[in-house]
C-alpha cells in the first residue's frame, strides 16, 4: 500500500507543478496592468514573452526526467540494489549514509546538468543575460559540489552519528546540531561563503554611499558595512540583498543593480531592505526555518526504524538512509502546504518592507527601481493569481507598484 502512494505522490506533484505553470502560460498572454504600462515597448514584450516560453520549456523537460527517473528507480528496487550495495562494502552507517545518497545525489545531479548547461548558456545567452565563461561555470559548480560534500556530507555524518547514540532523542539532538550549523552559516555567510564565488568591495565615498548613509541615519538604522559584489561576471540581472546580524550586518548590492538605477532608485531598493530589519522578518525567518527543520526531525524520528518503511523501497531491514529517503517523498505533500504557508507570510513581509519605504519618502524611487529591474529581466507581468498564491515570495509588480506610489 505504502509502496503505491508513494508513487501517486510522485506524480501528483509532477502534475501539480505543471498545472501551475500552465496556468502561468496561460496568464502570460492576459493585457498588461495599466499601472504597469511603459515597461515593455512591442518589441521588448515579444521579446519577454518568448524569454518566458523558453525558461518554462526547460522547466518542463527538466521535471518530467527528473520525475520518470525517481519513480523509475523507486518502483523497480533501485534503492533496494544501492542498499544491498553499500552493505557490501561497509559495516559502518555512516559510511554507508554518505554511500547512499552519494550516488543518488550525484545521479540527481547528473540529470540536471545538462539542463543547467542548457539554461546558461543557450537560453541565457540567446536574451542576452549571460555573462559566464565556461571556465567560470566549472569552477563554480566544483566549488559548489565541494562546498555540498563538505558542509553536506558532514552535516549528514554528524546526524548518523547522533542516530548510533540514541534513538529515543535523535531527533532533538540532530535538530539542535543542524540549528547551529544553520545559524553559523547565515551568520558567516558573507564572510566564509561568498568570497568563494564573488568578490566584495565597500562601497566608495561618493553620491550614493552618503545618499545610503544619510537615509539610514534618517530611520535610526546603524550601518557600516555596504557592500558592492561583481554579479556582471556571472549575469546582466541584478539584486540588492541584507544579510547577517550584530557585526557581520551588510548590505550588498550588485555591480548591475549600480550600473541600471539611479541613486534615489537605488536609496528606495534599500529601504525595503532595511524595512525588513525593522520589522524583525530576519529574525522571523530564521525563527520558522529552525522551527519547520525541527517539525522535521520529530516526524522523521518516529518512522526512523520502521520496516514497512524500507520495505516500501523494497529493502529487507530498515536503515538510515533508505528510511530516510522514503521519508523525504512521504513529506512532499507537507512540504508543498508548507510551502503555501510561507510564500503567503512572505508576502506579508514584503508589503510591510515596502510600505517602510513608502512611510519614509522613497515609495515611489522604489517603485521605479523595481519597473527597471522587471524590464531588464524581462520579467513576467502578468502572473496567474492562483500561482502567486501558493508559490510567489513577492507580492506581484502591480500590488507593489500600487502600494509603494501614493499618487496612485
Known amino acids: 500500500m505504502l509502496y503505491w502512494i508513494i508513487i501517486v505522490i ?41 524569454y518566458f516560453r523558453a525558461n518554462k520549456r526547460v522547466g518542463f523537460w527538466s521535471s518530467l526526467i527528473s520525475t520518470i527517473a525517481t519513480i523509475g528507480v523507486f518502483a523497480f528496487g533501485g534503492f533496494a540494489w544501492a542498499d544491498e550495495l553499500v552493505r557490501g562494502v561497509t559495516d559502518s552507517e555512516i559510511l554507508r549514509t554518505l554511500l547512499f545518497m552519494g550516488l543518488f545525489g550525484g545521479l540527481s545531479w547528473l540529470l540536471d546538468l545538462p539542463f543547467d548547461v542548457y539554461d546558461t548558456f543557450v537560453v541565457e545567452e540567446r536574451f542576452g543575460f549571460n555573462k559566464t565563461t565556461p571556465k567560470l561555470y566549472i569552477m563554480d559548480t566544483l566549488k559548489s559540489l565541494a562546498l555540498g560534500i563538505v558542509i553536506g556530507g558532514g552535516l549528514l555524518a554528524l546526524v548518523v552519528w547522533i542516530y548510533g547514540l540514541t534513538h529515543e532523542w535523535f531527533w532533538l539532538l540532530a535538530w539542535g ?16 561563503l ?27 538604522f546603524k550601518l557600516k558595512n555596504i557592500y558592492v559584489i561583481d554579479g556582471s ?51 522571523q525567518s530564521l525563527f520558522v ?13 518516529l518512522i526512523i526504524d520502521n520496516p514497512s518503511i524500507a520495505a ?33 507570510w512572505s508576502r506579508k513581509n514584503e508589503r510591510q518592507a515596502d510600505r517602510f519605504a513608502l512611510e519614509h519618502g522613497v515609495g515611489a524611487d522604489e517603485a521605479s527601481a523595481l519597473k ?37
Open 372 to 408: 527597471k529591474m522587471s524590464a531588464k529581466s524581462l520579467s513576467n507581468l502578468t502572473p496567474h493569481p492562483f500561482v502567486v498564491f501558493v508559490s510567489y515570495s513577492h507580492p506581484t509588480l502591480k500590488e507593489r507598484v500600487e502600494t509603494l506610489d501614493s499618487r496612485l
Open 233 to 283: 561576471k556571472r549575469s546582466t540581472h541584478s539584486n540588492a540583498y541584507f544579510t547577517g546580524w550584530g557585526r557581520q550586518k551588510r548590505i550588498v548590492l550588485y555591480d548591475t543593480l549600480m550600473e541600471q538605477l539611479t541613486t534615489e532608485e537605488i536609496v528606495g531598493v534599500l529601504a525595503h531592505e532595511i524595512g525588513h530589519y525593522k520589522h524583525r522578518h530576519i529574525v
Open 312 to 344: 516500501a523501497a523494497g529493502s529487507s531491514e530498515p536503515s538510515f538512509y533508505v528510511n530516510l529517503t522514503v521519508f523525504s517523498m512521504l513529506y512532499a505533500p507537507l512540504t508543498m502546504v508548507l510551502g503555501i504557508v510561507s510564500s503567503v
Open 177 to 192: 546540531v543542524t540549528a547551529v550549523v544553520m545559524l553559523f552559516i547565515q551568520y558567516f555567510y558573507s564572510v566564509l
Open 10 to 50: 510522485e506524480i501528483a506533484e509532477y502534475v501539480y507543478g505543471q498545472v501551475l505553470s500552465l496556468l502561468n502560460v496561460k496568464a502570460s498572454k492576459r493585457p498588461i496592468p495599466k499601472v504597469l504600462e511603459g515597461i515593455y515597448d512591442e518589441a521588448s514584450y515579444r521579446k519577454q514573452q518568448a
Open 289 to 301: 526555518g529552525l522551527l519547520t527543520t525541527l517539525v522535521t526531525f520529530y516526524l522523521f524520528g
Open 194 to 220: 561568498v568570497p568563494l564565488f564573488n568578490k566584495q568591495t565597500p562601497l566608495e565615498e561618493g553620491e550614493l554611499r552618503d545618499a545610503i548613509e544619510a537615509f539610514a541615519s534618517k530611520v535610526d
